[in-house]
Structures are given as structure tokens and as C-alpha cells.
């Protein structure tokens, strides 16, 4: 008899324009709580939900590349770039489940993204794809801010435990809390633009990733602004 594989393929997504240490930190602190071998990083070629990344996709996957080199568990995952059109999560989440029918699907959402839910494209469809792990934020209580479509849904699928996530291949919410890491890339966007806190960014960045920023000029301003 074939033996069915149960263990979770995880992902976090995002623009990461430009990944720094809050990403990485985060993905690895969950991969540690939850015990999993690996966990996907999914850059997003063009993001449905925001405006587009000011680095182009090649340049964020060669910086994510050289990110993870420095985790080991994290992997790059690519799928959203070598994809056409909008970036919609649960394009991925469906090319997912073809690969692999039976096995558990997480997705990483932190608790900012996962109050956002139902303005996602098709948003309920991903709870008959994946599990939803939500980050927690220190200070924000989920089940009092959620909206009311969202309320539903937690309150069918939340469990207290990740137990769960493991004997199904999707439909539940757990809540995993972690060390925050309060780094935002719009800051170190602007750093960067301005040529301010080198020192500050060194911390922030894996110094491969801010290498290769300089090597490229990225986030830098046009060279006609004033």
C-alpha cells in the first residue's frame, strides 16, 4: 500500500522589495516553533494587493537567492515569477495542490495581511487549499478586529493547537506567535534612496543582499530628481 506524505509544504509570500532580516527572522522563527524542515519563500512578480515593487523580479529573486543562502530550511520558490498576470495567492495554492494532492499545505500570513482576506481574488477558495498560519502581532487581538466575513470563517476553522495542520491537507487557522521583528522595507527604501544610516542598514540587511544593492543602484533616485 502507498504511504500517503503528511508533511506540510509551507510558504510565505510577499514583494520582498528588498527581503530583509524582519522577513527572514520571521519565516525562520515560524519554520523553528512549528518544526518544519523547510519553509518556501514566494516572491511575487506582480502583486495584486499593493503598488508594483520598485526592483524589478529579477533583481528581487537574485536578492532573495542570495538571502536564504543564509537560513538554512528557507528556500526560494519561484513559481509567481515564471507566472503570468497578477500574483494571486490562490493561483499558487491551486498549482500546489496538482503537485501534490494529500500532503498539507500552510500558508504564512502575518496578522496585518490575514485581517485583509477577504479583499484577496477568490479568498474563501484558499481555505479548500491550504491551512492558514497567522503570525501573530504583539498588541493586536485577531478575533476582536476581525472583520465579519473573516469572523465566520474563524470561527469554524481557528484551532488552539497545530495538531490539525497535520493530519489534513487544509481548511484550519492556527495563530503562531514569534519574536517580532519590526523592520519595514519602505524605511529602508528610503535609506537606501538617500544614502542615510549605512551603519543602520548593515543590521538590517544580510550584507550579500545589501551588496548586491550597490552593485545594481537599486533604490536609488532617478538621476534627473531634485
Same mark, same amino acid.
Request: hydrophobic residues 45%.
Given at each position: 500500500?502507498?504511504?500517503?506524505?503528511?508533511?506540510?509544504?509551507?510558504?510565505?509570500?510577499?514583494?520582498?522589495?528588498?527581503?530583509?532580516?524582519?522577513?527572514?527572522?520571521?519565516?525562520?522563527?515560524?519554520?523553528?516553533?512549528?518544526?518544519?524542515?523547510?519553509?518556501? &519563500?514566494?516572491?511575487?512578480?506582480? *502583486?495584486?494587493?499593493?503598488?508594483?515593487?520598485?526592483?524589478? %523580479?529579477?533583481?528581487?529573486?537574485?536578492?532573495?537567492?542570495?538571502?536564504?543562502? =543564509?537560513? *538554512?530550511?528557507?528556500?526560494?520558490?519561484?513559481?509567481?515569477?515564471?507566472?503570468? =498576470?497578477?500574483?494571486?495567492?490562490?493561483l499558487?495554492?491551486?498549482?500546489?495542490? #496538482?503537485?501534490?494532492?494529500?500532503?498539507?499545505?500552510?500558508?504564512?500570513? @502575518?496578522?496585518?495581511?490575514? &485581517? @485583509?482576506? +477577504?479583499?484577496?481574488?477568490?479568498?474563501?477558495?484558499?481555505?479548500?487549499?491550504?491551512?492558514?498560519?497567522?503570525? %501573530?502581532?504583539?498588541?493586536?487581538?485577531?478575533?476582536?478586529?476581525?472583520?465579519?466575513?473573516?469572523?465566520?470563517?474563524?470561527?469554524r476553522?481557528?484551532?488552539?493547537?497545530?495538531?490539525?495542520?497535520?493530519?489534513? *491537507?487544509?481548511?484550519?487557522?492556527?495563530?503562531?506567535?514569534?519574536?517580532?521583528? +519590526?523592520?519595514?522595507?519602505?524605511?529602508? #527604501?528610503a535609506?537606501?534612496?538617500?544614502?542615510?544610516?549605512?551603519? #543602520?542598514?548593515?543590521?538590517?540587511?544580510p +550584507? @550579500?543582499? &545589501?551588496?548586491?544593492?550597490?552593485?545594481?543602484? &537599486?533604490?536609488?533616485?532617478?538621476?534627473?530628481?531634485?
Amino acid at each position: 500500500m502507498a504511504t500517503v506524505e503528511t508533511t506540510p509544504i509551507a510558504l510565505l509570500g510577499g514583494t520582498f522589495d528588498p527581503v530583509h532580516f524582519g522577513h527572514l527572522r520571521l519565516a525562520d522563527d515560524v519554520r523553528r516553533a512549528l518544526g518544519l524542515n523547510e519553509l518556501r &519563500l514566494v516572491p511575487a512578480a506582480d *502583486p495584486p494587493h499593493r503598488a508594483g515593487p520598485r526592483a524589478s %523580479a529579477a533583481h528581487r529573486l537574485a536578492m532573495l537567492t542570495i538571502a536564504v543562502a =543564509g537560513f *538554512p530550511g528557507l528556500v526560494v520558490d519561484d513559481r509567481e515569477m515564471r507566472r503570468a =498576470g497578477k500574483s494571486y495567492t490562490v493561483l499558487t495554492l491551486e498549482e500546489l495542490r #496538482r503537485e501534490f494532492p494529500s500532503r498539507p499545505l500552510w500558508l504564512v500570513l @502575518g496578522a496585518d495581511a490575514f &485581517l @485583509g482576506l +477577504p479583499k484577496w481574488h477568490r479568498w474563501r477558495e484558499i481555505f479548500t487549499l491550504a491551512h492558514i498560519v497567522v503570525v %501573530a502581532r504583539p498588541g493586536v487581538e485577531l478575533d476582536a478586529a476581525l472583520p465579519a466575513p473573516l469572523a465566520e470563517e474563524w470561527q469554524r476553522r481557528h484551532t488552539p493547537v497545530p495538531t490539525p495542520l497535520i493530519a489534513t *491537507p487544509a481548511g484550519r487557522i492556527f495563530v503562531q506567535a514569534v519574536t517580532p521583528h +519590526p523592520i519595514a522595507a519602505t524605511a529602508i #527604501r528610503a535609506s537606501l534612496a538617500g544614502a542615510r544610516d549605512m551603519d #543602520r542598514l548593515a543590521q538590517l540587511l544580510p +550584507p @550579500g543582499v &545589501l551588496a548586491y544593492i550597490e552593485q545594481h543602484h &537599486l533604490y536609488s533616485p532617478p538621476p534627473d530628481a531634485t
